[in-house]
């Protein structure tokens, strides 16, 4: 079982930044960011694999960061948002080796809502 906790989530004009947290419980698991917009499928943002390499959707290379440090907390730095990046985000992990989709998934935060005004 792990626990994931996010928080950091507000709103923001666009062009602006927002840094989400989330504290994972336990170690040793593909940690991962997905959003949800009202009416859309839930869907992968960014992706911390097990042996740290990072992945992101296309929608938002260059504006998001990933990481994560050594006490199991995942960050997302989001840099120039855009109004299309308003969603719930959640945090996940996966005990596969990449987590970029949901069925990847066996573990959920709760969410935290961003929201982009233009």
């Known amino acids: 079982q792990v626990q994931l906790v996010e928080s950091g989530g507000g709103s923001v004009q666009a062009g602006g930044s927002l840094r989400l947290s989330c504290a994972a419980s336990r170690n040793g698991y593909c940690l991962a960011w997905f959003r949800q917009a009202p009416g859309k499928e839930r869907e992968g943002v960014a992706a911390v694999n097990r042996d740290g390499s990072t992945r992101y959707a296309d929608s938002v290379k260059g504006r998001f960061t990933i990481s994560r440090d050594a006490k199991n907390t995942l960050y997302l730095q989001m840099d120039n948002l855009e109004p299309e990046d308003t969603a719930m985000y959640f945090c996940?992990?996966?005990?596969?080796?990449?987590?970029?989709?949901?069925?990847?998934?066996?573990?959920w935060g709760q969410g935290t809502q961003v929201t982009v005004s233009s």
């Open positions: 996940a992990a996966s005990p596969f080796s990449t987590c970029t989709a949901v069925p990847d998934i066996a573990y």
